[in-house]
């Protein structure tokens, strides 16, 4: 029989950033589709919170945790306890990200490394931590959040573009090394979502009436437009599916004029 299988029933997914904007919404879809999940960001209130929620609206069992994604000790803690607590991790969803919106000018060494190590280095870091445990099991599902900004020059997005632009390329890397561990490894790239990330520069009128008239769909996204995406590549319907980039962006970012 031929049937598309979405159902994560059974599943321990890890959301990073799960607190707020896009890894709240992620992790929420993910325990509706059926998977435990375990929300991590650094503001221990928030997530805790945001898990105690997704327990409730979906029955599944969540758990809310501090966790640094630019530290490595950090991570090692909270997925020793979710090995320990849970007792596998079957997906992982690095989504955890941030941004400064400054020229290159003006860009600090620090801010630099802030936002590449929020936004990439964790990336390898959870992945590495994670990864040992799924190709032990031979199974595992990673879904790293980039963006458009992997592939498009945008504003002031001197570190945030590369920093993209990477998490896609380790995104193959991975994929190519860990496809015969039955690892998959993809990316989603999102245009603009109403976040916390971005909600400033979307309160500009000009800001974003351009950026409508530059999105083929003429608005932005919404936050459950992401969710299927991300459940389908978690899916085991899924299993031959890795090193891809999905862009979520209203048909932008092949759009010419
Ligand atoms: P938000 O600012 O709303 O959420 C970011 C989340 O990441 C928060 O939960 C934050 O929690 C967490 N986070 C930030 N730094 C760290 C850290 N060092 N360690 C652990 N957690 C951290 O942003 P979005 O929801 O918009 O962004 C989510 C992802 O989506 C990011 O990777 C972003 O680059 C990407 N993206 C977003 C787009 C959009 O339009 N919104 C478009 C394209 C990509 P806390 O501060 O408590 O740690």
């Not at 964790?122 to 592939?151: D, P, T």
Request: net charge negative; hydrophobic share 40%; aromatic share 8%.
């Amino acid at each position: 029989m031929y049937k598309a299988n979405f159902d994560l029933t059974g599943k321990v997914a890890v959301v990073t950033g799960g607190g707020r904007g896009i890894g709240r919404a992620l992790a929420e879809g993910l325990a509706y589709a059926g998977a435990d999940v375990v929300l991590t960001a650094r503001t221990e209130e928030q997530v805790k919170i945001a898990a105690m929620e997704i327990s409730q609206s979906t029955g599944r069992r969540t758990l809310g945790i501090s966790c640094d994604v630019t530290d490595k000790d950090s991570i090692d803690a909270v997925v020793g306890k979710v090995i320990r607590d849970f007792g596998r991790i079957d997906i992982l969803v690095n989504n955890a990200g941030t941004s400064v919106r400054h020229g290159a000018l003006d860009l600090t060494e620090d801010e630099w490394d802030q936002v590449i190590d929020t936004n990439f280095k964790s990336v390898f870091l959870m992945s590495q931590a994670v990864g040992r445990h799924m190709v032990k099991q031979k199974y595992g599902r990673i879904v790293n959040i980039a963006s458009v900004a992997s592939e498009l020059t945008l504003a002031y997005g001197t570190p945030y573009g590369p920093s993209k632009a990477g998490v896609v390329h380790l995104t193959r890397q991975m994929a190519n090394e860990w496809a015969q561990h039955g690892v998959t490894v993809n990316a989603i790239s999102p245009w603009f979502f109403k976040t916390s990330l971005n909600e400033k520069a979307l309160e500009n009128d000009e800001f974003r009436t351009a950026l409508e008239r530059r999105t083929p769909m003429g608005r932005l996204g919404q936050l459950e437009e992401l969710v299927a995406p991300v459940v389908f590549f978690c899916s085991d319907g899924a299993g031959y599916v890795t090193g891809q980039n999905l862009f979520v962006d209203g048909g932008t970012t092949h759009f010419g004029m």
